[in-house]
């Protein structure tokens, strides 16, 4: 007998995020995300919906069901190296990045291999990304940079927030009236920069009832799809 030919396509969005993959003409998953660039929210497929917990990179190191139960849990190393518990497929993992199965990472501009801690080819962008490595990842700092598009290491986005926050809190404070010795500052600035930082540092664990009420709420706008 011979080989049935395997047909697989997949569809993206303007900021190259993959929205569906079809296989022989069956959509296989289909992905929701946010407006945030590597931050998937819900994966569906014909089984069920999958939903996503991250930690503070972006990477996923849950996934849950309908009900809540967590079904698959995901552990890195330092620089991505990583082991599932579970049986999901989801192919977002370390970083938010697509791990294709073959030991390599998807990075848009090239791709990465977490057991070798590098890519595979130079940074498209030169030297002018700034590190005279071409081909290290996030400038060996791996722990507190991302490299989404494959050209440069950058601040995560949820640690991005949290600075954002509380550098307007601090310009506020700057801007204290010296006659009335009064600082000029908003307390909701102030609490909105706190926000940010627990939000960024409460990512990794976000497993248990907060994320059961974004999944509720979510369910009501795409559960029906799946």
Known sequence: MGTVPLSATFSYDALDRRLAKTINGATN????STLTIDEPLVRQTPSGN???HTDDLGSTVALSDDSGSVTTRYTYGPFGSTTVTGSSTNPFQFTGRENDGTGLNYYRARYYSPTRSWFLSEDPLGFDAGDPNLYDYVSNSPTNLVDPSGEAGRIPPFVKKCVVGL??????IAGTDLAKRKPDVDPDDLLDAAKGCVGAGNKSGNTGTSSATNRNNLNKSVGSQS
């Open 50 to 52: 999958e939903f996503f």
């Open 167 to 172: 550098i307007k809190a601090i310009a506020k």
């Open 29 to 32: 998953s289909s992905y929701l």
